[in-house]
């Protein structure tokens, strides 16, 4: 009893006992108390080490530079994709104006330009203005050149322009936008 009466005693007293000097009670039956880890440097890894980590690595470094690249080559092929969709989408509009040049010129047939051909010009100038701009035009295109000139001369300025204008646009060879 006296040895726990000094340990409590220096206890109490606030002495500090080393930790190799400190005793645990075991009871029976139980684990032994682990004893506390000691730290340990590790070395410096050596130029091997480094080389085989590397070494490990580099495959799958190579895979994920691989799956990189498929998914740029991914979104290049999107966009080529989109343009080549607006590429096709503006010659279907292409197609489209033509269509409609053709059937515009075709509105205007033989027996009716003949018709017109042969009207007096003021007459002939009074007619057309009355009919729609686009067929106007169509006739005075396959007219001669000199006699819708008369004929566009014995019009009002303001039909005479639009009929000018819609005949200068059918007749343009470029693209229109």
């Not at 994709?81 to 503006?90: F, G, I, N, S, Y």
């Amino acid at each position: 009893m006296s040895l726990l009466a000094a340990a409590a005693v220096v206890a109490l007293a606030g002495g500090t006992a080393s930790r190799a000097d400190e005793v645990r009670q075991v009871l029976p039956g139980g684990q032994a108390p682990a004893q506390p880890a000691q730290l340990t440097r590790e070395k410096a890894p050596d130029e091997s080490e480094i080389q085989r980590f590397c070494s490990n690595i580099a495959d799958a470094a190579r895979d994920r530079r691989y799956a990189l690249q498929a998914e740029e080559l991914k979104q290049l092929q999107a966009g080529i994709d989109q343009r080549m969709k607006a590429l096709e989408d503006k010659r279907a509009e292409y197609e489209q104006w033509l269509k409609r040049r053709e059937v515009f010129l075709a509105r205007a047939e033989d027996s009716v330009v003949k018709i017109y051909a042969g009207m007096k010009p003021d007459a002939a100038a009074e007619r057309l203005a009355m009919v729609n701009a686009e067929l106007a035009a169509a006739i005075l295109m396959k007219l001669d050149a000199r006699k819708a000139g008369v004929i566009l001369n014995e019009m009002d300025q303001k039909a005479a322009a639009a009929l000018t204008g819609i005949m200068a646009s059918a007749a343009r060879r470029v693209d229109p936008s």
